[in-house]
């Protein structure tokens, strides 16, 4: 992380200790990340991020009491502004779609690398998505029947690139320096692809572009 850029508070959402030790030593050692807390329930989650105020909630799905998926609702319609990173053990459907419903950032199975975690957190507080190995095929498979969406054609041919870039997965920084324009021209395009598009976000434009092809050149 750079020294200008803020430092990104993360408060830990698991009902086992050790899973929270584990993470609390982990992200303990990254620049530029700092524990803003633990919560060990959904409800414990809620009254904490009024106070703590993190930028970034990495929650477990499976907990007694308000689950994973219902804090998740909770807290982004309590902070708008806060991302959810999912971190559980589970990639079955009936947690993976209502979990991203809710309103998570991202989907990250317990056997995510160090890096990819760090990264997860990293491109969430950018305000970008990041899903774990085999979840965007799952996505896929689960829209596969789905009604088509607006036709691509409507899209320039710099936003053809942009939306390729997204479905590998690139963030606005790396698709910046692969077309040679600026990040905040990429943000624009990002912008005008999900309007045409009628899509919410990045995911979304991620799983599209898979649908159609679009995800190689």
Same mark, same amino acid.
């Given at each position: 992380?750079?020294?200008?850029?803020?430092?990104?508070?993360?408060?830990?959402?698991?009902?086992?200790?050790?899973?929270?030790?584990?993470?609390?030593?982990?992200?303990?050692?990254?620049?530029?990340?700092e524990i803003a807390? +633990?919560?060990?329930?959904?409800? @414990? /989650?809620?009254?904490?991020?009024?106070? =703590? #105020?993190?930028?970034? &909630?990495?929650?477990? *799905?499976?907990?007694?009491?308000?689950?994973?998926?219902?804090?998740?609702?909770?807290?982004?319609?309590?902070?708008?502004?806060?991302?959810?990173?999912?971190?559980?053990?589970?990639?079955?459907?009936?947690?993976?779609?209502?979990?991203?419903?809710?309103?998570?950032?991202a989907y990250l199975?317990?056997?995510?690398?160090?890096? +990819?975690?760090?990264?997860?957190? @990293? /491109?969430?507080?950018?305000?970008?998505? =990041? #899903?774990?190995?085999? &979840?965007?095929?799952? *996505?896929?498979?689960?829209?596969?029947?789905?009604?088509?969406?607006?036709?691509?054609?409507?899209?320039?041919e710099r936003e053809?690139?942009?939306?390729?870039?997204?479905?590998?997965?690139?963030?606005?920084?790396?698709?910046?320096?692969?077309?040679?324009?600026?990040?905040?021209?990429?943000?624009?395009?990002?912008?005008?692809?999900?309007?045409?598009?009628?899509?919410?976000?990045?995911?979304?434009?991620?799983?599209?572009?898979?649908?159609?092809?679009?995800?190689?050149?």
């Amino acid at each position: 992380m750079k020294g200008d850029e803020p430092t990104i508070r993360v408060l830990v959402v698991d009902d086992h200790a050790v899973v929270r030790e584990g993470l609390r030593n982990f992200l303990g050692m990254l620049e530029g990340i700092e524990i803003a807390g +633990e919560a060990s329930s959904g409800e @414990r /989650a809620l009254e904490l991020a009024g106070s =703590l #105020l993190p930028d970034v &909630v990495l929650m477990d *799905l499976v907990m007694p009491g308000m689950d994973g998926i219902e804090a998740t609702r909770a807290l982004r319609a309590a902070h708008p502004e806060l991302k959810v990173i999912v971190l559980t053990s589970f990639a079955e459907d009936d947690k993976l779609f209502p979990a991203l419903r809710a309103g998570a950032s991202a989907y990250l199975l317990k056997d995510v690398g160090p890096e +990819e975690l760090a990264e997860a957190i @990293r /491109a969430a507080a950018r305000g970008e998505t =990041l #899903l774990g190995p085999g &979840v965007t095929q799952r *996505l896929v498979s689960g829209i596969a029947g789905g009604a088509d969406r607006q036709p691509e054609s409507e899209l320039t041919e710099r936003e053809l690139e942009v939306l390729r870039c997204i479905a590998r997965g690139r963030s606005n920084k790396e698709i910046g320096v692969d077309l040679g324009i600026s990040e905040k021209t990429v943000k624009t395009h990002v912008g005008s692809i999900l309007s045409k598009l009628s899509l919410q976000d990045r995911t979304q434009a991620a799983l599209y572009a898979v649908r159609r092809g679009l995800d190689s050149d």
